[in-house]
Every structure is written in structure tokens, then in C-alpha cells.
């Protein structure tokens, strides 16, 4: 997550308007400073060293102004300690912060001494000290509280989290989270509510895992889904650190493989950032390891465990950069010359070695350039006796390239040949809509339907994966729901899911060796005469609209496949009564990215979408989810199959 601490631009405006209403008599003067000191404001965000130049001329200029001299100066050395605070150069920094805390002392200037003892705050957060930098934000929350100035405690109480954090108080790092998080609520400042949600989220996550259940996991699923919300483009940081608590929630709950798929999203998009010391990359290496342990898959559990070392070794790094700046704030400046003197001598020697590297570079060069034309004019020769089998291996690729896309196409129209036809269901409901969306040319998605005596069974399934793999996945599959309802003839619908996961597995294993693959499905037996369904479901819910309410009916959070915690199959009776709708879907239109922000559609806002066009026909219903899909993806590559089905009684 994001740090943002920029005191410099908070207090001075803050100072702005208190001196302008204490009626001094110098507008065009204390105009042109604070002119001046927004100037050493932007050279400070720049990290500009010009700054030290100009600050010294303000200096000069503002003598000739008694009644600005002491706070135009304090206000210039508060911008030069907060400029060595993001050079990261602390002990210079605390230096100045403690002398101009004794000149604002004297002039009671309380504002700036709040602002400088945050700034200091900061400071001991950043090397470790966290128990220090709580102390510190206390005080400063204690203030802006008891001077109204809510965004400033929020600030403060966003911070004291973070530091309990660390510290591993775990409730009064929620308590802190809270307070700030109401603040930013109010304020609706998107900026910061995922960080202040984070934090929330983070600590109630480790209390559960440590056995104390102080809020249930689905509390904490909706202060996440309230947190990915507010995600913009501001949020550099926020959206990765989310998708690693969606990770973590779905490991408490034993369900690895969405634990997996929200790491590896985590994953990829933190791998794009530069490591710092709040980098969470090494903690979500080591979920996706634990979470590819549990199911089985060896080979990326020990990837994972080995990137897992690596970051660990790499914020070791920080750690001792850390202990550095603390050593250097115990020692001061005592060591100040000695110091100086060795960076000289090691400046010589370091000059001296680049002139000797740079004279050994020279003569390497000509050697290798001597050598590297020989080779090249070797290579001529062989590229030019061998351009012609060169183009006919490309002739032979390009036709081997055909023949695999004709294999693909062909096995395209294999698996149409499986799916229902709209024949076939229209004739048993004849209000409905089918959306069929696959990534590739062939999917890891089908819909389904059978007849078993007077019952109709309907279903949507996600196989394993996508494309082909995916597709050779769902044939096993769809056989073994045809081979449960139309050879074995079973009718209850948990019944029919605990035969196909065992014809499944069956037919997945090699030699004994067990796989992992399966499908996540909603399946649903009606019977057309009396309107009576049931329901049994693998991970996929189903979705009843009657009237203006959507009422969720949950499935068996496992797959159907290997698992490690195999149970029987749970079914539901609904009577159904005319003019419902009933939905049946895979994962791929909500966890979908795009809309201005590229964040995922996720399944709150599915529901709100479904709901919203459900009291229209349902061929109108499918041209409206179809545009809503594609305007919502825009430029987007499409995540993974999609499958949607909607039938009205």
C-alpha cells in the first residue's frame, strides 16, 4: 500500500490563512513569500537541490522584513528538513526538525509543532520504530481532533493503524483503521478509503487465523467489495494489496484455486512495480505456494516458495538499510568529518578505478571488435547458403500452422455439436436466453440439458481453464453429467453431482496419479408440470428474480474433481410460481476488467445489472448484456469464458 505523507503543502496552507487573518499590514510582502515558499515546495517534491539556493536568498530577502524574519524562516526550514526527509537523509533531518521545534516553542506557534512532530513520526516509522511513531501520532491526532480538522486526523489515525500493524495489535490497529476510515467515508475521499479498508481488512484477517473471530470472513468479503469500490487511478498499490486479501480470505476458507487465481493477479501487477519496504510481493508468493501445496501441484508450490526467499532476501536488503538510518540518527553527527573524509578517499579511489576500467573496456573492445567482424563474416556466408532451407522451413511452419487451426476450428464444431441446440430449448422454455461467450476458439465453458422422465435438467459449467485444455476438460464432463442422468439414471440433482465428481476423477487419472482438474457448475432439475426445481450447485450459485428481488441460492463451496475435503453434494427444492426468473452463470462475465478504471465488473455489481433489465423480455435481456460485456471490456483482453443463462417460468 501507499504512503503519502506531504506535510509541507498541508501546513503552509494552513499558515496562509491564519496569517491572513491576524490583520498584519504586509500584503504585498507576505504575498511575494509565500510566493517564495511555494517555489521551494515544488523544488522539494522534485527533490531539486536548487532548493538550498533559493532558501538561502529568501533568507537574505526577508531580513529586511522584522515582522516576517521569524516565520518566514521557520517555514523555510521546516521545507529544507522535509526535503532531507525524502532524500531519506533522517538524521539531518531530525536535526532541523528539533531547532526549529525550539524556535516555534518559543513563539508558541502550535500548528508547526504538530506538523513537525508528524514529520518526525514518519521519520521512525519508516526505520521500524513503530511504538515511537504511535506516541507521536497520538499527540498529533489528539490535535487536529480538538481543532477540527478532520482530514489531518485521518491522516494521523491512518498512520497509527499502519504502525499497529507492523506491531501486530491487531485490534487497535482496526480501532485506528475505523476512525479514519469513517472520516474518509464522509468525505467520500476515494483516495485513501482502500488503504484505511486494507488495513482494517488485513488485521481482521490475521485475528481470525489466530482463532479469534472478532468479524466473520463474510463481513470482511463486504468491506472488500466496498473497498475495490472505490479503486481509481489514484490507488497506485491499492488494488494489488486487495486482490492479496482476497487470496488470503479465500485460503481461510479452504478455497485454494480462487486463492490462486486472485495471488496470481496480485502477483503479476506487483511484479510492476519497484520493491520497497512495504512490498507484500514475498507474503503473496507464499500464499500461492501454500495454497498450490494443499491442492496438490508441487512444481508451482516450490516456484513460488523459491520467488518467496528471493523477495525475502531483497527486503532483508531494506531491513539493514533500515538499521543504517537508525544507527546514523544514534550516532548524530559525531562522526561528521571522519565521515566526510572517508567518502573523499573513496571517491578518489572509485575515480581512479573507473579511469583503469575504463582503458581495460578500451582494448577489450578492440579485440572483441576484430573478432566480432570475423564471426560476422562467417555468419554471411552461412545465411546466405542456408537462406533457402530457411524459407522453406517457413513455408512448412506456415502450413503446419493451417493444419492446427483447421484442427481447432474442427474441434469447435465438436463441441458445438455437444451444447443444446435452440431448437431443443425452446421447446421447453420458451422464454429464455442463451449468452455464450468463449475466450478462444473453443472454451473450458458449456451449458447443458437433458430429459429424464418429466424433469428437465439445465445447467452452466466452468471447466478448468480455457481454450483447448479447457475443451478437452468440459467433454469429460459433459459426459459424465449424460452418463449420470441418461445411462444411470438418477434424478436427484446432488444425486447426479456426486456420480459425475466421481466419474470425473475416474477418468482424470493416470496411472494413479490423481489430477486436478474438474469444473465449478449450477445445475437444475424442473419439472414444468408442478414448477418444482431443485438445485445443487459446485462453487456456481443460482440466481431466482421474483418481482424486484434477487435471491441467491449458494452452492457447495468445492469443485467437482479431486479435493481435499471432499463432502456429499447439498440440493434445494423451490416451487417456483409463474413469471420468475432463474439464472445460471460461470465466473467469466464478473470477473471481467475494463469500465474507465480497468477494474474487475466483480458480482455485486453483476447482480445490479441483472436486475436492472429483468423485468424486460429475455431476448432483450441478452442484447443488453451482450453490449453492457463488450462497452465494458473496451480495448480489455477477455479474461476467461463466458456463460450466461436466463429462463423465465
Known sequence: MRTAFSPGRTVLCMLLILWSITGHSQEKDTSYFFNQLNELIRYKNQSNDTLFVVAQRVKDEVNDSPELKEYIGLRVDYII????????????????????????????????????????????????????????????????????KDKMAARSARNISESYLALKNYEQSILYADTALNIYLAKQDSNWIPEAFFHKIYASIELNKQGETVYSLEKIEEWLDSAYNYINHNSEGSFEGLKLLEGKINELQSNHKHAIKSCDTAYKSMSRYEMNTKSLIG?????????????????????????????????????????????DLELGYKNK???????????????????????????????????????????????????????????????????????????????????????????EFKDHFILFKPKDVVAGDFYWMAHQGPYAFIAAA?????????????????????????DLGLTETHAVLDKVRSL???????????????????????NQETNQLQFSGAYNPLWLIRGQELKVYKA????????????????????????????????????????????????????????????????????????FFENWKGDYEQLDDVCLLGIEI
Open 504 to 526: 470425473v476423477k475416474e477418468r482424470l487419472s493416470i496411472s494413479g496419479e490423481e489430477i486436478k482438474d474438474g469444473m465449478d457448475i449450477a445445475l437444475c432439475r424442473l
Open 337 to 427: 568529518q571522519a565521515k566526510e573524509k572517508l567518502k573523499n578517499e573513496a571517491r578518489i579511489k572509485h575515480e581512479e578505478a573507473k579511469r583503469k576500467a575504463f582503458l581495460a573496456r578500451q582494448r577489450t573492445y578492440w579485440v572483441l571488435g576484430g573478432l566480432c567482424g570475423f564471426i560476422v563474416l562467417i555468419a554471411m556466408v552461412i545465411i546466405y547458403r542456408r537462406s533457402k532451407r530457411t524459407k522453406q522451413v517457413f513455408l512448412e511452419l506456415a502450413e503446419h500452422n493451417r493444419d492446427l487451426m483447421d484442427s481447432i476450428n474442427y474441434a469447435e464444431r465438436i463441441q458445438r455439436s455437444m451444447l443444446p441446440v435452440e431448437k431443443e430449448f425452446q421447446t
Open 556 to 627: 457447495n463451496r468445492q469443485p467437482i474433481g479431486a479435493y481435499h475435503d471432499e463432502k456429499p453434494f447439498d440440493s434445494e427444492d423451490i416451487q417456483l410460481q409463474k413469471g420468475d426468473k432463474i439464472y445460471l452463470f460461470s465466473d467469466g462475465f464478473a470477473d471481467q476488467f475494463g469500465g474507465n478504471n480497468g477494474k474487475k465488473l466483480r458480482t455485486k455489481n453483476f447482480k445490479k445489472l441483472i436486475l436492472s433489465h429483468s423485468q424486460q423480455k429475455m431476448t432483450d435481456q441478452l442484447e443488453q448484456y451482450l453490449s
Open 81 to 148: 528538513a522535509n526535503h532531507y526527509y525524502r532524500k531519506g537523509q533522517f538524521a539531518k533531518s531530525l536535526a532541523l526538525y528539533e531547532s526549529i521545534k525550539k524556535r516555534g516553542e518559543l513563539i508558541k506557534d502550535t500548528l508547526l509543532l504538530t506538523n513537525i512532530m508528524e514529520s518526525k513520526a514518519n521519520i521512525y516509522q519508516y526505520i521500524g520504530d513503530h511504538q515511537k511513531s504511535v506516541n507521536m501520532f497520538s499527540q498529533g491526532l489528539n490535535y487536529w481532533i480538538a481543532s477540527d
Open 462 to 486: 466452468d471447466c478448468t481453464g480455457h481454450g483447448v485444455p479447457g475443451a478437452l476438460v468440459s467433454l469429460i464432463c459433459h459426459e459424465a453429467l449424460q452418463q449420470a442422468t441418461q
Open 283 to 327: 507474503e503473496t508468493c507464499m500464499c500461492l505456494a501454500q495454497s498450490y501445496d494443499v491442492i496438490g501441484e508441487k512444481d508451482s508450490a516450490i516456484k513460488y516458495l523459491s520467488l518467496y526467499k528471493s523477495y525475502s532476501d531483497s527486503l532483508a536488503l531494506y531491513d539493514g538499510d533500515r538499521l543504517v538510518y537508525k544507527l
